[in-house]
């Protein structure tokens, strides 16, 4: 929803956002913003996309709509659109909430949207960052943007309820695959498992188009 607000013109990354004490108190992994305290739309989003901030992501949400509750209602809303039968969002950040789930089928096709924004693409594969002039450090949690060829995203992170969780896309020679792997018990094996299953689609899998039959090109 932030990158369609941004290609939609509604936000833009230079634009400032106020944080508000709702965001400030926000738990969690978190980037400890101040309430008042203002940020770019392009810093938020890299505490949201490279360090899995709480705190960035309501503040992100009450930018594009006001509330965070106004946000997650478009959340549902957009889920249904694209097909997300099994997902209930109940908050912006993904903190576990009750009666909020979904499920990799529907993870997938989330991901599968969001790699349309090409401009999400510098900040899902960085590795390390910074906030604040370097006071604020950001590491990623997925550690396939450091070694997985055609990387280009999409999140990796962890709750106690949905335990390690990632979502992986990369492309190569124009053909992109996505691994949703969740509930993991160990952290390193939601990279494994992402990883074995795009090494499946690359090497068993290509996208061909067949030829056109004539009879279908006649008026």
């Known amino acids: 929803l932030v990158a369609e607000a941004i290609d939609e013109g509604k936000i833009s990354l230079s634009s400032q956002v106020s944080a ?7 738990k969690g ?30 503040a992100l949400a009450e930018a594009v709509s006001g509330t965070e ?4 209602a478009r959340m549902n809303q957009r889920a249904k659109e694209l ?4 997902t209930v969002f109940k908050n912006c950040t993904g903190y576990d909430e009750s009666e909020q789930y979904s499920t990799a089928y529907d993870v997938a096709l989330m991901s599968r949207e969001l790699i349309k924004h090409k401009n999400m693409y510098g900040y899902m594969t960085c590795w390390m960052d910074n906030l604040r002039n370097g006071a604020t450090m950001l590491v990623n949690a997925n550690n ?17 309820a949905a335990k390690n969780c990632i ?7 124009g053909t992109a695959y996505i691994a949703v792997v969740l509930g ?3 952290k390193d094996a939601r990279f494994s498992e992402a990883k074995g299953l795009m090494n499946v689609g690359f090497a068993n ?3 061909a188009t067949p030829p056109m039959p004539e009879e279908a090109l006649k008026p």
Request: aromatic fraction near 6%; hydrophobic fraction near 45%.
């Open 144 to 160: 396939l943007v450091k070694s997985y060829d055609g990387i280009i995203g999409v999140k990796a992170g962890y709750t106690e």
């Open 69 to 72: 509750g106004d946000f997650v």
């Open 184 to 186: 993991c018990a160990d």
């Open 83 to 86: 097909g997300m039968a099994n």
């Open 205 to 207: 899998y290509q996208v």
């Open 20 to 26: 508000s004490t709702k965001a400030s108190k926000a």
């Open 29 to 58: 992994a978190v980037i400890w913003l101040e309430a008042g305290e203002k940020m770019s739309v392009e810093d938020l989003l890299k505490g949201v996309i490279i360090g899995n901030a709480n705190d960035a992501s309501i």
């Open 167 to 173: 979502s992986a896309a990369a492309e190569r020679n």
